[in-house]
């Protein structure tokens, strides 16, 4: 007995310290990599002393005295609160992601590959402005001077997966230009497939009817070409292999929002500028809030993509910025006629051409390596038949491919002091396809779009035949013809993702704008006043109220007319909803009873005809149709084919609404008041290794849950995914005010730091979920003073 009660007592010491040892060892690996934001530093490499002020959210304003030592030190400083952040967006852009992740993302490497962003990179780096180069390489030296002195003091998730940054290069800059390029870019991918196999099952006529745009289009020619369902899920299957960047936190762009009002129509007599860029949320954000200041010669506050050292979007001392998603078409399939007797070759123009082959060596973690074949037409890449070559493959064709210069567009922005120099600027900002709104100093506003717009035959919404020239791209819209507004009459200008032009443009854009839902609203909230302030501002920017909840309620509300067939809690929500706003509030039963009829309503219109396809609906095309016929009026589509009779609209609309109701109390009890939206619509920012459960458990790399309102179709945007969870919104919101920058205001939904044991690690998320804001300083006086820490950056003496 007392040799067992021994033996326990050694087992139990033994299992303390195992425990005591793991906790030592998590707690060092939290903590490794902190960043220093107070004291001072020697920093070789630099010419002469930088200061570095964080703000309270942790936010550097860099006084460098020269451009060298400006984009150095911002290398350097980027670098310690987002480095593998940045590592991982390299390696998204050079298809890297296999080598500290595994064989699971081997082949989305593969299509990252096929990319080709280093080829384009290299191009655009060999032709860049000298000056603008010096800057690059200053901004690289930074981040590699603090991987050299960080030593394997460097953030958990390099611990956890156990390897080391490579050193920054030009190209690794350029490189995350490009993928920002792509990433707009890519859905036209899956719509294009969809669209097609639309066509195949329904016809094109009635196929027509869910394509947005079509049939304003007369000089479209539908291909004579059939293609089987293999090629198509093969092809399906290697695009939804980037479905894992989603994962990953770095995807996708999407939507926005922007306007700016001339100084006739605001408080302050100058003009005031609004906007929020629309992203996935992860954590770390994929924006990082930084100030650059050469006194006397560059002064710019904005927003940065870590790893490249310009601001994307924000304001110099004379102008302000901001962006949106232009939503244009600028990717289409082409099915290539490969040879039966050589799958390298393919035929064009009535001769056999020859593939560009391409071994691609994909590096595993462990050492092992496997390699995989890239084949190239002269479009690009085939994205179809990896494995089994059948008589068609489909070629990818994509702006990106094409000479833009991105790098030059945002340092000039920087430097901007007028429209004529913010119109230089954005010239060159072809693979990136945006619409630009603008304010200055001097009391002007505009909205130009800056991007390539393919000149194509018809539009590009399907799959065309590659066999000949025919389809294929012609040249880009000249940027002196693409779409702008300055000073106009109204004293206002705004985007949102909607529509650009109306159908007399000569050239094809889109046909897969975002529903104008969000528009609406917007221009409802700028006309409601004429004077209008920066509080007025930040009202608009977090409006939840629902332009689509106003067009589609009231006919739901003609349930009225059947209330004898209607339960008695279906009585009751029609009430509720005869009481509504339109506010998609976190505590409205309203908003919850409005999403779940969205998605039944859709599903009762569509689903019997698409069947399986159903489920792979663009969303913009479900959205597109509904929009149509509340507009104008049902038809086909409205009847339920699996039925004999033939129903009405109202007869659908009363089927979706009992599915509506009944899905809330199967999924949320039967009781509406434990229906709210917020309950039932919430947000975690979650981190690439926060998705493996011991690693959260652990490190606590996610954020808390919030309940959140909104939909995709309110100004202030929370979109969701699979069961109601938020994975989509306003990355940045920004309200700049020319009268005087440092009233303007700012908040990012994470935190401006992306390690774990920075205090500005998520530390902006509760503040963004209650509709908070950070004054943004920027004058020397505001800055001094919202300063909570000050780091020297000092040169190491010769």
Same mark, same amino acid.
């Given at each position: 007995?007392?040799?067992?009660?021994?033996?326990?007592?050694?087992?139990?010491?033994?299992?303390?310290?195992?425990?005591?040892?793991?906790?030592?060892?998590?707690?060092?690996?939290?903590?490794?990599?902190?960043?220093?934001?107070?004291?001072?530093?020697?920093?070789?490499?630099?010419?002469?002393?930088?200061?570095?002020?964080?703000?309270?959210?942790?936010?550097?304003?860099?006084?460098?005295?020269?451009?060298?030592?400006?984009?150095?030190?911002?290398?350097?400083?980027?670098?310690?609160?987002?480095?593998?952040?940045?590592? #991982?967006?390299?390696?998204?852009?050079?298809?890297?992601?296999?080598?500290?992740?595994?064989?699971?993302?081997? $082949?989305?490497?593969?299509?990252?590959?096929?990319?080709?962003?280093?080829?384009?990179?290299?191009?655009?780096?060999?032709?860049?402005?000298?000056?603008?180069?010096?800057?690059?390489?200053?901004?690289?030296?930074?981040?590699?001077?603090?991987?050299?002195?960080?030593?394997?003091?460097?953030?958990?998730?390099?611990?956890?997966?156990?390897?080391?940054?490579?050193?920054?290069?030009?190209?690794?800059?350029?490189?995350?230009?490009?993928?920002?390029?792509?990433?707009?870019?890519?859905?036209?991918?899956?719509?294009?497939?969809?669209?097609?196999?639309?066509?195949?099952?329904?016809?094109?006529?009635?196929?027509?009817?869910?394509?947005?745009?079509?049939?304003?289009?007369?000089?479209?020619?539908?291909?004579?070409?059939?293609?089987?369902?293999?090629?198509?899920?093969?092809?399906?299957?290697?695009?939804?292999?980037?479905?894992?960047?989603?994962?990953?936190?770095?995807?996708?762009?999407?939507?926005?929002?922007?306007?700016?009002?001339?100084?006739?129509?605001?408080?302050?007599?100058?003009?005031?500028?609004?906007?929020?860029?629309?992203?996935?949320?992860?954590?770390?954000?994929?924006?990082?809030?930084?100030?650059?200041?050469?006194?006397?010669?560059?002064?710019?506050?904005?927003?940065?993509?870590?790893?490249?050292?310009? !601001?994307?979007?924000?304001?110099?001392?004379?102008?302000?910025?901001?962006?949106?998603?232009?939503?244009?078409?600028?990717?289409?399939?082409?099915?290539?006629?490969?040879?039966?007797?050589?799958?390298?070759?393919?035929?064009?123009?009535?001769?056999?051409?020859?593939?560009?082959?391409?071994?691609?060596?994909?590096?595993?973690?462990?050492?092992?390596?496997?390699?995989?074949?890239?084949?190239?037409?002269?479009?690009?890449?085939?994205?179809?038949?990896?494995?089994?070559?059948?008589?068609?493959?489909?070629?990818?064709?994509?702006?990106?491919? *094409?000479?833009?210069?991105?790098?030059?567009?945002?340092?000039?922005?920087?430097?901007?002091?007028?429209?004529?120099?913010?119109?230089?600027?954005?010239?060159?900002?072809?693979?990136?396809? $945006?619409?630009?709104?603008?304010?200055?100093?001097?009391?002007?506003?505009?909205?130009?779009?800056?991007?390539?717009?393919?000149?194509?035959?018809?539009?590009?919404?399907?799959?065309?035949?590659?066999?000949?020239?025919?389809?294929?791209?012609?040249?880009?819209?000249?940027?002196?013809?693409?779409?702008?507004?300055?000073?106009?009459?109204?004293?206002?200008?705004?985007?949102?993702?909607?529509?650009?032009?109306?159908?007399?443009?000569?050239?094809?854009?889109?046909?897969?704008?975002?529903?104008?839902?969000?528009? !609406?609203? !917007?221009? $409802?909230?700028?006309?409601?006043?004429?004077?209008?302030?920066? *509080?007025?501002?930040?009202?608009?920017? #977090?409006?939840?109220?629902?332009?689509?909840?106003?067009?589609?309620?009231?006919?739901?509300?003609?349930?009225?007319?059947?209330?004898?067939?209607?339960?008695?809690?279906?009585?009751?929500?029609?009430?509720?909803?005869?009481?509504?706003?339109?506010?998609?509030?976190?505590?409205?039963?309203?908003?919850?009873?409005?999403?779940?009829?969205?998605?039944?309503?859709?599903?009762?219109?569509?689903?019997?005809?698409?069947?399986?396809?159903?489920?792979?609906?663009?969303?913009?095309?479900?959205?597109?149709?509904?929009?149509?016929?509340?507009?104008?009026?049902?038809?086909?589509?409205?009847?339920?084919?699996?039925?004999?009779?033939?129903?009405?609209?109202?007869?659908?609309?009363?089927?979706?609404?009992?599915?509506?109701?009944?899905?809330?109390?199967?999924?949320?009890?039967?009781?509406?008041?434990?229906?709210?939206?917020?309950? +039932?619509?919430?947000?975690?920012?979650?981190?690439?290794?926060?998705?493996?459960?011991?690693?959260?458990?652990?490190?606590?790399?996610?954020?808390?849950?919030?309940?959140?309102?909104?939909?995709?179709?309110?100004?202030?945007?929370?979109?969701?995914?699979?069961?109601?969870?938020?994975?989509?919104?306003?990355?940045?919101?920004?309200?700049?005010?020319?009268?005087?920058? *440092?009233?303007?205001?700012? +908040? +990012?939904?994470?935190?401006?730091?992306?390690?774990?044991?920075?205090?500005?690690?998520?530390?902006?998320?509760? *503040?963004?979920?209650?509709?908070?804001?950070?004054?943004?300083?920027?004058?020397?006086?505001?800055?001094?003073?919202?300063?909570?820490?000050?780091?020297?950056?000092?040169?190491?003496?010769?």
């Amino acid at each position: 007995m007392k040799t067992l009660k021994t033996v326990l007592t050694i087992v139990a010491v033994v299992v303390i310290a195992v425990i005591i040892a793991g906790f030592i060892i998590v707690s060092g690996i939290r903590k490794s990599g902190k960043p220093v934001y107070d004291g001072q530093l020697t920093v070789p490499g630099l010419g002469s002393e930088v200061t570095v002020y964080r703000d309270e959210r942790g936010m550097p304003h860099i006084y460098a005295s020269d451009e060298h030592d400006l984009y150095f030190a911002a290398g350097y400083v980027m670098a310690q609160d987002r480095l593998w952040q940045m590592d #991982l967006i390299r390696r998204a852009t050079t298809g890297r992601l296999s080598e500290i992740f595994g064989r699971k993302y081997e $082949q989305t490497d593969l299509f990252l590959r096929s990319l080709d962003m280093a080829t384009k990179s290299k191009l655009v780096i060999s032709n860049e402005d000298p000056a603008i180069i010096s800057w690059m390489q200053a901004y690289a030296d930074g981040v590699n001077e603090y991987i050299d002195k960080a030593g394997k003091n460097l953030s958990p998730e390099f611990k956890i997966l156990g390897y080391r940054p490579d050193i920054w290069s030009l190209e690794d800059i350029a490189n995350i230009i490009g993928y920002m390029g792509w990433d707009l870019a890519s859905s036209n991918l899956t719509s294009d497939i969809f669209y097609y196999r639309l066509a195949e099952k329904l016809g094109p006529e009635k196929a027509a009817l869910l394509i947005p745009d079509w049939k304003a289009v007369d000089n479209y020619v539908f291909p004579g070409f059939r293609l089987n369902d293999s090629l198509l899920d093969k092809a399906r299957t290697f695009i939804s292999s980037m479905d894992k960047l989603k994962t990953l936190g770095i995807a996708s762009f999407s939507g926005s929002n922007n306007w700016a009002v001339s100084g006739s129509r605001t408080t302050t007599g100058k003009p005031l500028l609004s906007n929020d860029m629309h992203l996935s949320f992860g954590a770390p954000g994929i924006w990082y809030e930084i100030h650059e200041v050469v006194p006397g010669k560059l002064n710019v506050t904005g927003v940065a993509v870590p790893g490249q050292p310009f !601001i994307v979007a924000g304001h110099n001392e004379n102008i302000a910025w901001g962006m949106t998603n232009l939503m244009v078409d600028d990717i289409d399939l082409f099915a290539e006629n490969v040879n039966p007797d050589n799958p390298d070759q393919y035929l064009f123009n009535g001769e056999w051409r020859d593939m560009q082959i391409r071994k691609e060596v994909i590096s595993l973690k462990r050492g092992k390596k496997d390699t995989l074949t890239l084949r190239f037409t002269q479009r690009g890449p085939i994205i179809s038949g990896f494995r089994d070559v059948k008589d068609l493959e489909l070629s990818m064709r994509w702006s990106g491919y *094409d000479t833009s210069d991105e790098i030059r567009s945002v340092a000039l922005l920087n430097r901007a002091s007028d429209w004529k120099d913010f119109r230089s600027a954005i010239s060159t900002f072809k693979s990136i396809s $945006q619409n630009f709104v603008y304010a200055d100093t001097q009391g002007n506003i505009g909205l130009n779009t800056g991007g390539g717009i393919p000149i194509r035959k018809g539009p590009g919404t399907m799959i065309r035949d590659g066999e000949t020239d025919e389809y294929d791209w012609k040249n880009f819209v000249p940027f002196n013809q693409l779409p702008f507004s300055y000073n106009p009459d109204e004293g206002s200008v705004s985007s949102a993702n909607n529509k650009t032009v109306d159908d007399s443009y000569p050239y094809y854009i889109s046909s897969d704008f975002v529903m104008p839902y969000r528009i !609406i609203r !917007i221009r $409802q909230m700028l006309n409601e006043k004429n004077i209008l302030g920066p *509080d007025d501002f930040k009202r608009m920017i #977090l409006d939840q109220h629902s332009a689509y909840a106003a067009l589609l309620t009231p006919f739901i509300l003609g349930l009225d007319s059947v209330k004898s067939k209607l339960t008695p809690l279906g009585v009751r929500m029609l009430d509720t909803l005869r009481n509504w706003d339109y506010n998609m509030s976190a505590g409205g039963t309203a908003s919850a009873v409005f999403e779940f009829f969205r998605r039944s309503f859709a599903r009762n219109l569509l689903g019997d005809e698409l069947g399986d396809l159903y489920n792979q609906i663009f969303g913009i095309a479900r959205d597109y149709y509904i929009y149509r016929i509340l507009k104008t009026g049902p038809d086909e589509f409205v009847d339920d084919i699996t039925t004999r009779e033939k129903e009405s609209l109202d007869d659908i609309i009363f089927r979706s609404y009992n599915d509506c109701l009944s899905s809330l109390a199967e999924n949320y009890g039967s009781d509406p008041s434990g229906w709210k939206w917020g309950d +039932i619509h919430k947000i975690i920012i979650e981190h690439p290794l926060g998705s493996v459960k011991i690693l959260e458990r652990l490190f606590r790399f996610n954020s808390p849950t919030y309940k959140v309102g909104g939909s995709d179709h309110t100004v202030s945007p929370y979109s969701y995914g699979s069961g109601f969870r938020v994975n989509h919104g306003a990355s940045e919101r920004h309200i700049f005010n020319t009268a005087n920058w *440092d009233d303007s205001f700012t +908040i +990012i939904p994470t935190g401006e730091s992306g390690v774990l044991s920075s205090e500005f690690y998520l530390s902006q998320m509760k *503040d963004y979920i209650d509709g908070k804001f950070y004054r943004d300083a920027f004058s020397d006086d505001a800055v001094r003073k919202a300063a909570k820490y000050i780091l020297k950056l000092e040169p190491a003496s010769e």
